[in-house]
Every structure is written in C-alpha cells, then in structure tokens.
C-alpha cells in the first residue's frame, strides 16, 4: 500500500494534460487533435516521403527504439492496395498503424495511472473529491462496471502488445487491401449488430444479420478494438494472462497474450498460432518497446 505522505507527489505525477502540438507554418498537420476530420488523404508515394523527410522507419525503431512520430491518418493512403510488392506494402501499412496504436495505448496509460492513484487514495482511507468520483464513474461506465470494482477496472484498464495489435490489424484488414479497411476504417474486423454503422460481408452465412463495424476515422477502429479486448467476456482470459504478467513484473508481450483471442475467430487454436506466426515473420515484437514522440508527420499543403 502507498503511504499517505505519497498522495501530493501521486497527483503531480499524473496530470492531466490534453497534448496540443504547435500549428506548423507551411505543413497540414496530420491531426492536431483528435475532432479535426481530415479531408487530405495522401497517395502512398506522398506518405513514404513525408516518413523519409521525418527520419521515420520501422528498423530505426527496432534496432534502436527511435520515438516514434505522430501520424493520424483519416483514412488509408491511396494507393496501398495496388502496391505489388508485398514487403512495400507490408511496410507502409506497419508504419501507419503503428504511431495509431501507441497513441490508443498513451491515453490508456495515463488513465491507468490515475486509476492506480485513486485506489491508493481508497486504501489509504481517504476520501475522494468530487472530480475523482466523477472522473471513476465515467471510466466505470466505460469499461463496463461498478465504480466500486477497483479490482475489474485494473484488469481492464490497461495497455495492449503492439504486436499483438500490428498482427491482428494486418490479418483481419489483409495489410490494408481489405473492403471493410478501404471503405469502412475497419482494420480490426469487428462485428456489429444489424442495426448499427457497418458493411454487409459478400459472404455472410444465410439467416445471420451482422456487419462488419465501420468507422469515421482509423483512430476510432484502434480505440474500439481496445476497448473490446479489455471489456468483453470471451477475452477474460486475455486480461488475466496480462495481469499475470503485472504481478510477474514482466511487460505483457503479444506472442503470450495470443493465447487469449482464440474466441477472436472461428479458427481457434489455429488463429492462435497465425497471430504468433505473423509476430514472428514481421518482426513485430520489438515494436513492443515502441515509444510515442511528440512530432507530428505533416504534409505539404495540397499533397
């Protein structure tokens, strides 16, 4: 338990702090923040180029763990599906989801600390302000609980492998060449009701009425696929392999995580090892230790 003299320096370590980026001069940021609707989408020559103009690659950030830029991308580059070359492809869809996950993760990871502050403060004996109790309730109805299940809203708030997130965006968007990716921002491949915003799959069995969720922007998908990982019961499993490691003091790594989104497809088991497999194959576990900069990737005016 953390000491009660602990709490001022608990809450200087945890501010919270929107992150508003300089307006560049003569570049278009790739979203200054996350209201701002993109109408740019660039061609994939354009974006190779602006990853180049900024120092950005993805061997710079496994060889030597090189902060990663911003890029908020509305939607995919044109061009991403026509590209022959498999590596090419492969590279390009990698490094524009990347910067997407690890900001997914950051937002994740500040709330994750002030949660672990505001269960110190509980056990401490010491009451909550009102904005503390309204902030916890808000997080609760969020990931689907009681305000009061400080051991459910640990489990479920927490970061996600970015490996793990980087396989399953490529097998369940086809490296960004898929319908539900290109039309729908759907990199993840989640379902919704037949009610809700989605796409109609060409194949979908007889007598079944869901689509396939689609999104206003690819930030959204990345936000929902966390989301859904760290509140559904089929992926409880997932959630307890990850606290296990906590409690370890090891960083939860997508290669063991897999193990709990057999429930993600129909495949089971063999979706298991797919998952690893593409982890392996792509290199994606050191992008575990991937780290967020504040630069933002920008384009010139009219690209």
């Known amino acids: 338990m953390i000491a009660v003299e602990m709490s001022a320096e608990l809450a200087a370590a945890v501010p919270v702090v929107r992150y508003e980026p300089p307006a560049p001069a003569s570049h278009i940021a790739i979203a200054a923040s996350p209201e701002i609707a993109f109408i740019v989408t660039p061609t994939v020559a354009v974006l190779e180029k602006a990853f180049r103009d900024s120092g950005y690659s993805l061997d710079l950030v496994r060889k030597f763990n090189k902060p990663v830029p911003r890029l908020r991308l509305a939607t995919l580059p044109n061009g991403l599906a026509d590209i022959r070359n498999a590596n090419r492809r492969k590279a390009v869809f990698l490094a524009l989801v990347l910067p997407l996950i690890l900001e997914a993760n950051a937002h994740i990871a500040v709330e994750r ?5 505001v269960s110190a403060m509980i056990k401490s004996g010491l009451p909550l302000p009102p ?3 309204s902030w916890l309730s808000r997080l609760a109805k969020r990931y689907k609980t009681e305000p009061d299940r400080l051991d459910i809203l640990l489990k479920r708030v927490d970061v996600l492998p970015v490996s793990l ?14 319908r539900f990716a290109t039309q729908g921002n759907a990199i993840f491949g989640q379902w919704t009701t037949a009610g809700g915003k989605g796409l109609v799959p060409a194949e979908r069995t007889e007598g079944m009425t869901h689509k396939v ?14 989301l859904n990982l760290n509140t559904h019961r089929a992926y409880r499993g997932l959630r307890a392999l990850r606290q296990e490691a906590r409690r370890n003091g090891v960083r939860p790594d997508g290669i063991t995580l897999a193990a709990g989104l057999e429930p993600y497809s129909e495949r089971g088991e063999e979706y298991v090892e797919l998952l ?28």
Request: glycine share 8%; aromatic share 8%; hydrophobic share 45%.
């Open 213 to 226: 969720r689609a999104f206003d922007r690819l930030s959204e998908s990345v936000t929902a696929y966390i």
């Open 131 to 133: 904005s503390l109790q």
């Open 276 to 303: 690893r497999s593409m982890i392996r194959v792509n290199r994606l576990a050191p992008l575990d230790g991937a780290i967020l900069s504040d630069e933002i990737i920008g384009f010139e005016s009219g690209a």
């Open 113 to 117: 600390k002030r949660l672990l502050y």
């Open 165 to 178: 997130a980087l396989a399953q965006a490529a097998i369940e968007s086809g490296w960004g060449t898929s």
